[in-house]
């Protein structure tokens, strides 16, 4: 008798099928409707992608130039992989990152072979790089990219993930204050006038010193000592 948990279901309760070959249709029937909803999330790129392991072109993708702060999450299911920390500048383009959030990932050593690119810019450093082991979500298991050993320390992994996996979360920072328009007028006006102002003050005492003539600061700091006396 072969048991498996029931989708909805209350914890512990379990669907039962008779045989194999019942929980093997049943498994080709979820896993078929889970295809279509897939097919109708997802365009074609990113299908392609996450559930036929495929790739994309380098420095064409979305997030490989990206260097906001915000978090990366799996596009599929929604799962936090990476954070704008763990990623960092690097030729290959595409993002890349030298570490990943706990539990986030899982690793295959299954399809592993290096990208043919045609017509595309490939750096000479990364150029026939080999991986050692596949990306894959821990949550749905949809292929994200690959892993090398060429990354910085303290690991010295490279994660090179296809953006057409992944989802960015911009942080959201602090909104500047809306000020009306009249306000606006009104302060870079004073801004001018005291820019003039001040201007005008300081050719002042220029003319007064070039002339021989008691400066207005000389002037007050007399007045402060006959005050004193």
Aim: proline share 5%; charged share 30%; glycine share 4%.
């Amino acid at each position: 008798m072969h048991k498996v948990y029931k989708t909805g279901g209350k914890t512990g309760e379990y669907r039962q099928f008779k045989d194999f070959a019942t929980f093997k249709a049943w498994r080709y029937k979820v896993l078929n409707r889970r295809s279509d909803a897939l097919r109708d999330k997802l365009t074609p790129l990113q299908h392609w992608v996450t559930q036929a392991m495929g790739y994309e072109r380098p420095y064409t993708n979305e997030y490989w130039w990206v260097k906001d702060v915000g978090m990366y999450s799996c596009r599929v299911c929604t799962t936090r992989l990476f954070i704008s920390d763990h990623k960092y500048v690097n030729k290959s383009g595409y993002p890349t990152f030298w570490n990943h959030l706990i539990n986030a990932l899982e690793f295959k050593r299954d399809n592993i072979y290096r990208h043919d690119y045609t017509n595309a810019t490939e750096s000479a450093i990364l150029r026939n790089k080999v991986p050692i082991q596949r990306a894959i979500c821990s949550t749905c298991e949809s292929h994200l990219g690959f892993v090398f050993d060429d990354g910085p320390g303290p690991f010295y992994k490279r994660f090179q993930i296809n953006s057409a996996s992944l989802v960015f979360e911009p942080k959201p920072w602090f909104e500047e204050p809306k000020i009306p328009r009249e306000l606006k007028v009104s302060i870079l006006t004073a801004m001018k006038t005291s820019r003039e102002g001040n201007k005008l003050y300081d050719e002042l005492i220029d003319n007064e010193i070039e002339m021989g003539i008691p400066s207005l600061l000389d002037r007050r700091a007399a007045l402060k000592e006959e005050k004193k006396k």
